[in-house]
């Protein structure tokens, strides 16, 4: 049956990412503890993508709630253009403190895309405040930065962008693979003094599908490109906090980013705040008398106050040894998995990263984000308790850091179960076929 909130839903609400005509209805969520959302009927389900990346210690935690209702009591919000705040400052002090490499400034935005946009922003403006006309942009192929203009721009062009195509600024790409060709271009396009920046996440390409790449080729971009000044910025919206086993995936560098993007797990997922640090060089090319040269960039909600009060509890969390422990946890039973994944023939790639699991469905329906295979396998981990939401092909395992033995079990029954699920189901159709 069809609970009441669905079909209000469905006469008020507009959903991201979704196609009503196609998509199975929203499921009615009441709450949610720990690792476990709990739906209106009752049922549990575990959350397997850490609510779109962001929860890293579990729903509902005690001492994220007491800092937001501490902070709430005493300055709920103010503007953040001439006035400044102990929870900013505290945050924007301990960021800096634990950011690999050296980070000096911390701008604060509400969401990862708009902290890519601050960031590229920042990278044109800087040359501009030096007289240098660079605007152009560097990014990696299948990378993914947010969904307004700028980030869109600087993201990998497929059925996301097609309608907004022509009005998205022209980027340079590289790919992940650091070829002769790769390490020309990147010469080319600092001879040709133009380039202004070059963005990248780190270690794991996100939305592009979970691709695993090696440091060692972004240091070699990053090697040609620091050399020549081009600003280079790390997108670790996804990949920070944790998620890729060290705190932050670009402590994997030799070559220093100048600007790192953050948000998601910056408040254990519970509060929209995002931040863009630099390094004080970048931040000295807007220090001027002259008010052309300021920063023209803020948004209502920068550095809420009780969002960052949330995010040092968060970090506080993260940087706790227990929380290191259990993710270097999950990160061997994910590896351990790895082996009996490659057993199957329909699976392909089956690959880790610090807390994140994932594998290729290599099966002749139609590939991409539209993939068929998503909706299948969201049906068939829900009825079994999981919330599993598969990019296109790409099915991944993405678990608050809380998650117990029994329940990582559980998943991992159901990745199994499903692999047999796809090699059967092949099998079947090859018979009816012959
Ligand atoms: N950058 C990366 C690497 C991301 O994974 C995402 C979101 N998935 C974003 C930027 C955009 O973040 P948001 O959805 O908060 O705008």
Request: hydrophobic share 40%; glycine share 8%.
């Amino acid at each position: 049956m069809t609970s009441n909130l669905v079909v209000r839903d469905a006469a008020v609400v507009w959903h991201p990412f979704t196609q009503v005509e196609l998509a199975d209805p929203p499921l009615p969520v009441a709450a949610a503890r720990g690792t476990r959302l709990i739906l209106e009927d009752g049922t549990q389900l575990i959350d397997g993508v850490s609510s779109w990346w962001c929860n890293i210690h579990g729903h509902g935690h005690p001492e994220l709630i007491r800092a937001a209702a501490t902070q709430m009591e005493e300055l709920d919000h103010v503007i953040f253009a001439g006035f400044t705040h102990e929870p900013a400052v505290s945050l924007a002090e301990e960021l800096t403190a634990v950011l690999p490499h050296r980070f000096d400034k911390v701008f604060f935005t509400e969401n990862g895309s708009s902290a890519v946009e601050v960031a590229l922003k920042i990278a044109v403006q800087y040359w501009h405040n030096q007289g240098q006309h660079r605007t152009r942009i560097v990014a990696l192929d299948h990378s993914y930065h947010g969904d307004t203009f700028g980030a869109m721009a600087a993201g990998a062009r497929g059925i996301f962008a097609r309608p907004f195509e022509e009005m998205l600024f022209g980027v340079e790409r590289l790919s992940t693979e650091g070829t002769e060709r790769d390490l020309a271009t990147c010469r080319s396009l600092c001879a040709s003094g133009q380039a202004a920046a070059f963005i990248f996440e780190p270690g794991v390409q996100g939305a592009g599908g979970m691709r695993m790449y090696s440091p060692a080729v972004l240091d070699s971009y990053l090697e040609v490109f620091r050399e020549h000044g081009v600003l280079c910025i790390a997108d670790e919206v996804m990949t920070g906090f944790g998620r890729t086993g060290p705190l932050f995936a670009c402590s994997e560098l030799q070559n220093a980013p100048d600007i790192i993007c953050l948000s998601k797990g910056l408040t254990g997922g519970t509060l929209p705040l995002a931040v863009t640090a630099c390094r004080n060089q970048v931040f000295d090319a807007f220090r001027s008398r002259e008010p052309a040269h300021t920063f023209f960039h803020g948004h209502t909600y920068t550095a809420n106050p009780i969002a960052c009060a949330v995010a040092r509890a968060s970090l506080r969390l993260t940087l706790n040894p227990q929380c290191t422990a259990r993710r270097d946890h999950i990160a061997q039973r994910h590896t351990a998995l790895l082996a009996r994944l490659a057993e199957f023939p329909h699976i392909s790639d089956p690959r880790a990263s610090g807390t994140i699991l994932a594998f290729d469905v290599r099966v002749s329906l139609e590939r991409g984000y539209t993939s068929s295979i998503s909706q299948l396998a969201q049906r068939f981990f829900r009825e079994r308790g999981v919330l599993i939401r598969p990019l296109g092909s790409v099915v991944y395992f993405m678990p608050p850091y809380c998650i117990s033995d029994e329940e990582l079990d559980a998943v991992y029954a159901a990745l199994i179960e499903f692999c047999r699920f796809i090699r059967e189901s092949c099998h079947t159709n090859a018979a009816q076929t012959a």
